[in-house]
C-alpha cells in the first residue's frame, strides 16, 4: 500500500511540474506576443506621421486602454491604415489580461474539470 501511494504520489508531483511548467511558457508567450503587439502599433503609428516616442505612447495606452486624448491619438484616429490597428490593440488588451489569467489560474490548478460554460484558449486545455 505505501509503494502504490508512493507511486501515486510521485505521478502527482510530476503533473503538477508539468502544469507549472506550463504556466511558465504561458507567461513567457503572452509576453512576448504583447511586446509584438506595441511593436506592430508603433510601426504603423510611426507611418501616420507620429514620433517614435509619440508613437510607443500611444501604442501603450491603446493596448492597455488608458485613454489618453492628445492630438497623437487624432492623427492615429484620422489615419485609415492606424484606425484598425489601434482597435486591435483596444481589443487585445481589453480580452487579453482576462483571458491570461484564466489561462495561468487553469495551468497552475491541479484540477482538470472544466465547467461546460468555459472556453479555454490556453496550452493547457
Do not use: I, M, Y
Given at each position: 500500500m505505501a509503494l502504490a501511494y508512493g507511486i501515486m504520489r510521485s505521478a502527482e508531483a510530476e503533473r503538477a511540474e508539468e502544469h507549472h511548467v506550463l504556466a511558465v511558457v504561458g507567461i513567457i508567450i503572452v509576453v512576448f506576443f504583447w511586446r509584438l503587439l506595441v511593436l506592430r502599433g508603433v510601426e504603423v503609428f510611426e507611418r501616420a506621421g507620429l514620433v517614435p516616442a509619440a508613437a510607443v505612447l500611444e501604442a501603450?495606452?491603446?493596448?492597455?486602454?488608458?485613454?489618453y486624448t492628445t492630438s497623437?491619438?487624432?492623427v492615429v484616429a484620422n489615419?485609415?491604415?492606424s484606425r484598425p490597428v489601434a482597435s486591435l490593440l483596444v481589443i487585445v488588451g481589453f480580452v487579453g489580461p482576462v483571458t491570461f489569467l484564466d489561462c495561468w489560474a487553469s495551468a497552475s490548478s491541479s484540477r482538470h474539470?472544466?465547467?461546460s460554460g468555459s472556453v479555454r484558449l490556453c496550452l493547457s486545455s
Open positions: 501603450r495606452s491603446a493596448l492597455t486602454d488608458s485613454g497623437e491619438t487624432e489615419d485609415a491604415a474539470q472544466r465547467t
